[in-house]
């Protein structure tokens, strides 16, 4: 066990080094930069070991071989094998049609390779390959610890040094570390193997070929490093927000035989404080100037006798102090320390060591998470490892900047990796963000990986998640942790408890939870719980958005009530939009949309290629409205801790799960900005709870109003507006509302109503609130915060305008009675009945309001469409006021209803309202269409239009719609179908 020195150091009790010490010393760590050109042979056949590769140059012996730039992976170079129908993936592929199916042929022939089930890499390569250089290590360093460093390799790794082995690494998500014995020349040979040596679960994003692909080489900082013989070995920092104190612990390596027989200046410590860029930055009124941050603090301390850990305990107070501002860290204020420890071996070396820690506190308190004791709610999305240029994880800060400042802008303060860990740049540029991370080790125990079963996997769990503690614990940013994703196995439970007790007890700075989705355990401190979403299993169809009524009056306070730990809804979301086409131009990189490519050409040869871009803003509005409808319910619910979205962007792996508003470069595709998504996700929301979106004139509107503040403070002095207006800004009802205060949290303000019996119906309306201070005069300042919805107001059942009987159609919804009334020469309105159509002319095609989830290849699950896409100045739609894509007015169209299949009729029978295919199979599919038939005219439609209308008012409306438009002159179908080939529709 090792001895622990204690000692408490006041701000204002500080002891400095001599001015000269440096000058004396060499500073340590020197380091040679060994990124550039390497010599790389392939091993398919795992024989270098045997054939003792690593005892003379590669160049030598090796066959396979060529030159490659590291850092970067083989796959990244043109090394490996093209991709072929038999190439063995890393992931499972849960439909196999690809395979099988005759409509891939075309896609299985060598020359013409396209995968459906995820972006295609360039090249692919499974198994060994080794990589050597010479390099000249300085006589100098004879006398120093010498340190080769990898900083992310893929995956297990052997370096020899001149033949001899120096060491071997299973490290997957951390910088592999080997120790150098030799100076002059010397040959590097590493051997890196990327078959799972480890059973974390092909499905792991840490490994598999769905998102990152399993890629071989070496993408991070390489190095070697000249360190002193008696060296700082690792710095941990738990900061103590109540008492103003931070306990540093500094552990050692090497002989202590070498540090300094003197006490002095053995051990220096040195504290920075970075404090955030803020506009509320404390002035000195008395100068009309900005008060400076506290100035640094170094302190001295002895090294242990024995070189075991040194454990210090700083006086935070000044530091943190700059006027009446306190420098913690959180998403609103992340103010940042700098911590520089520094030793002195008997050779006069030198080495500096530093760190970055932030004074905050990140914990549970109740059902919710609470930092600095501020209630919090995490607002998150999924990071699956994603990145299509390069087939691996980015290693700048650049290309992190770019991800979290995306999700700032779209109102998110939280990511959680899926089944992976990120680099260091990662957690650097989340701490300057405010950015509070959700850390996973690497797995996904399932596809016959299971936990607790004594495989090698259950030995791992512990031994990265200790690199990643030790690499990454210290960052604020690094808040909450699990071993990965939905495990499985009969043993899980009892191996999961005892690795979350046993880092609760190792690491209180990070909050954790058994697994991502389950289980559910009483010893974790928070559950990421799949069942407080929209989606919660059941099948989609059963779902609120598929199986009930449009209403705003639903939460999760039912379900998480059951847990009396802080819940964070388990990826929420998975709603689809259709392929974005344009967006294949940008995949130059190592992975290519060959999937958008099929889907692409699928559509143009089902004669809808003029349609990509239109069914991808209407789908994309769909999509929208769903996330919208999920995120608000999550906001609703008091006492929920937060939600992880499925996802901000989209997923490109199993099977192409297009459910992100930006697309897999976090760019944005055109339907929803990030102003408008902000409106219902960001730190403060307006919300309306609605029974009901539909309403007639003779009812009286009414919605509860509340607030989501998690602004981090009270909002103070405010006021609420609300209204209703009409397309032509008209407004129909406003009020007024002043608050002295707003708590932090879920704030109930009131009931508003509005008589809706003076309205010209039928008409869109939307619900505005808004909040905005009170003391502001500008009409056009930015608020606060602001959110609105629509709904609709129709005529009562017994007002509806009826037309002359003369000129009326017919209405039916026996297809055999339309064919024959209008080859007689009548107008036919015929309401087909789902349960009459056969499977292969539309009956297996299941609609539903929503948007599909996840995707169909991958679930299988009904609904198949994204949809409606129609032109809204459609005449047949006048006095059905809406968008031309789905919003709820549709719900009582879409539910239940019939999917009309075009196959076999003219290309010119376009669609009035199209439904929206799953992008698979692009089939042609209306809701509604219009023709020529023998001497009539006939109007086909999918929905229910006879039964319940009394209640079913929008589907009162849309059918009034359709029949005075089909009783005027421009009713006057320009195609005509065959009635023999329409009559094959029905059983």
């Known amino acids: 066990m090792n001895k622990k020195v204690f000692c408490i150091i006041a701000a204002t009790a500080i002891a400095t080094l001599p001015a000269n010490s440096a000058e004396k010393n060499e500073i340590l760590p020197v380091i040679i930069n060994l990124s550039g050109e390497w010599t790389v042979a392939l091993d398919p056949e795992d024989k270098g070991i045997n054939e003792q590769w690593f005892k003379i140059p590669l160049a030598a012996n090796a066959p396979q071989k060529g030159k490659i730039k590291l850092p970067g992976s083989l796959q990244e170079h043109g090394y490996g094998n093209k991709v072929a129908v038999n190439t063995q993936w890393t992931g499972t592929i849960n439909d196999r049609a690809y395979f099988n199916s005759p409509s891939y042929e075309q896609y299985r022939q060598p020359e013409n390779i396209k995968i459906p089930f995820w972006l295609q890499p360039d090249r692919h390569y499974i198994g060994v390959a080794w990589y050597e250089r010479e390099i000249e290590i300085p006589k100098i360093w004879k006398n120093r610890y010498i340190e080769l460093e990898l900083e992310r390799t893929h995956w297990e790794t052997t370096v020899y040094i001149n033949g001899t082995e120096a060491g071997k690494s299973d490290a997957l998500l951390t910088p592999a570390r080997f120790p150098v014995d030799a100076t002059g020349t010397a040959r590097i040979t590493i051997r890196i193997d990327n078959r799972l040596h480890i059973p974390v679960g092909i499905n792991a994003h840490s490994v598999s070929d769905h998102t990152q692909t399993n890629w071989n080489g070496i993408i991070g900082q390489m190095k070697l490093a000249a360190r002193p013989l008696f060296r700082i070995e690792a710095i941990r920092v738990f900061p103590d927000l109540n008492a103003k104190k931070a306990r540093i612990e500094v552990d050692f390596a090497g002989d202590v035989r070498q540090s300094p027989k003197t006490a002095h200046n053995r051990l220096s410590l040195t504290i920075i404080p970075k404090p955030a860029p803020t506009r509320t930055a404390p002035r000195d009124a008395a100068h009309n100037r900005p008060i400076p941050p506290p100035q640094a603090m170094t302190c001295s301390l002895q090294i242990p006798a024995d070189g075991s850990t040194l454990t210090t305990e700083i006086d935070m107070t000044a530091l943190m102090t700059q006027g009446t501002r306190q420098l913690t860290w959180s998403e609103f204020d992340p103010n940042l320390f700098e911590l520089h420890v520094s030793c002195t071996d008997r050779h006069n070396a030198v080495e500096r060591k530093s760190t970055v820690f932030g004074m905050r506190e990140f914990k549970a308190a109740g059902t919710q998470f609470a930092v600095n004791g501020v209630p919090v709610f995490l607002r998150g999305t999924l990071e699956c490892c994603i990145f299509p240029l390069t087939g691996y994880p980015?290693?700048?800060?650049?290309?992190w900047e770019k991800i979290f400042r995306r999700c700032k802008e779209f109102g998110l303060n939280h990511l959680r990796f899926h089944s992976w860990c990120p680099p260091e740049a990662a957690f650097a540029v989340a701490d300057r963000e405010g950015i509070y991370l959700q850390i996973e080790c690497g797995s996904w125990a399932n596809s016959g990986s299971p936990l607790g079963d004594s495989s090698p996997l259950d030995t791992w769990l512990y031994d990265e998640s200790a690199r990643i503690m030790r690499e990454y614990g210290n960052h604020p940013s690094f808040c909450m942790f699990t071993y990965g994703n939905e495990p499985s196995g009969k043993n899980m439970n009892d191996y999961l408890r005892r690795f979350v007790e046993h880092w609760k007890s190792h690491d209180p700075r990070h909050l954790y939870t058994a697994g991502a989705g389950w289980p559910y355990l009483p010893e974790a401190d928070y559950f990421n719980s799949p069942a407080s979403r929209i989606y919660a299993g059941g099948g989609v169809m059963n779902c609120i958005l598929n199986a009930q009524p449009p209403s705003t009056d639903y939460d999760w306070r039912n379900i998480?009530?059951?847990?009396?730990?802080?819940?964070?809804?388990?990826?929420?979301?998975?709603?689809?939009?259709?392929?974005?086409?344009?967006?294949?131009?940008?995949?130059?990189g190592v992975l290519k949309a060959k999937n958008f490519e099929i889907f692409k050409e699928s559509l143009e040869q089902n004669h809808l290629g003029n349609m990509a871009d239109r069914f991808l803003y209407a789908s994309g509005r769909l999509q929208t409205l769903c996330y919208?409808?999920?995120?608000?319910?999550?906001?609703?619910?008091?006492a929920l801790a937060g939600f992880q979205l499925l996802d901000l962007h989209d997923f490109p792996g199993q099977g192409?799960?297009?459910?992100?508003?930006?697309?897999?470069?976090?760019?944005?595709?055109?339907?929803?900005d990030s102003k408008e998504y902000h409106q219902f996700c960001g730190p403060t929301v307006p919300l309306a709870r609605m029974k009901k979106l539909v309403w007639t004139t003779n009812e009286t509107f009414s919605a509860?109003?509340?607030?989501?503040?998690?602004?981090?403070?009270?909002?103070?002095?405010?006021?609420?507006?609300?209204?209703?207006?009409?397309?032509?800004?008209?407004?129909?009802?406003?009020?007024?509302?002043?608050?002295?205060?707003?708590?932090?949290?879920?704030?109930?303000?009131?009931?508003?109503?509005?008589p809706l019996s003076t309205l010209s119906a039928p008409v869109q309306l939307t619900l505005s609130v808004r909040i905005t201070a009170a003391d502001e005069k500008r009409s056009n300042a930015q608020p606060i915060a602001e959110n609105s919805w629509h709904i609709w107001v129709?005529?009562?059942?017994?007002?509806?305008?009826?037309?002359?009987?003369?000129?009326?159609?017919?209405f039916t919804t026996n297809l055999k009675e339309a064919i024959a009334t209008a080859q007689a020469g009548g107008?036919?309105?015929?309401?087909?009945?789902?349960?009459?159509?056969?499977?292969?002319?539309?009956?297996?095609?299941?609609?539903?309001?929503?948007?599909?989830?996840w995707n169909t290849a991958w679930t299988r699950q009904a609904p198949h469409t994204l949809g409606i896409c129609c032109n809204p100045e459609e005449p047949a739609l006048a006095d059905f006021p809406n968008d031309g894509y789905s919003d709820f007015q549709w719900w009582d169209v879409i539910h239940n209803s019939a999917t009309l299949l075009l196959d076999g009729f003219p290309e010119?029978?376009?669609?009035?309202?199209?439904?929206?295919?799953?992008?698979?199979?692009?089939?042609?599919?209306?809701?509604?269409?219009?023709?020529r038939l023998g001497n009539g005219k006939i109007m086909l439609c999918g929905a229910n239009l006879s039964s319940n209308l009394n209640t079913r008012h929008a589907a009162r409306q849309f059918r009034h719609s359709l029949e005075k438009y089909m009783a005027s002159e421009k009713f006057a179908p320009q195609t005509e179908i065959n009635a023999e080939k329409l009559a094959e529709w029905v059983k």
């Open 794 to 810: 129709y005529p009562q059942a017994d007002n509806t305008e009826q037309h002359p009987s003369e000129n009326a159609p017919l």
């Open 704 to 754: 509860d109003i509340e607030v989501a503040n998690f602004s981090g403070k009270s909002l103070n002095n405010i006021k609420i507006e609300w209204q209703l207006t009409d397309s032509e800004q008209n407004k129909q009802g406003y009020t007024l509302l002043k608050a002295d205060k707003l708590p932090v949290g879920n704030c109930p303000i009131t009931t508003i109503e509005q």
């Open 394 to 399: 980015a290693m700048n800060e650049a290309g």
């Open 908 to 931: 010119t029978l376009t669609p009035t309202v199209y439904f929206i295919d799953d992008w698979f199979t692009n089939r042609r599919l209306a809701l509604l269409l219009e023709a």
């Open 656 to 672: 192409t799960a297009l459910v992100g508003v930006l697309d897999p470069f976090w760019d944005p595709k055109g339907y929803v």
């Open 827 to 853: 107008t036919v309105l015929c309401c087909i009945p789902k349960d009459s159509l056969k499977g292969d002319q539309g009956g297996s095609i299941t609609t539903g309001f929503s948007s599909i989830f």
């Open 628 to 638: 919208k409808a999920d995120i608000e319910a999550a906001l609703r619910t008091p």
């Open 560 to 588: 998480i009530k059951k847990n009396p730990m802080p819940t964070v809804s388990h990826e929420i979301g998975q709603w689809c939009v259709y392929p974005n086409f344009k967006e294949i131009a940008k995949y130059s």
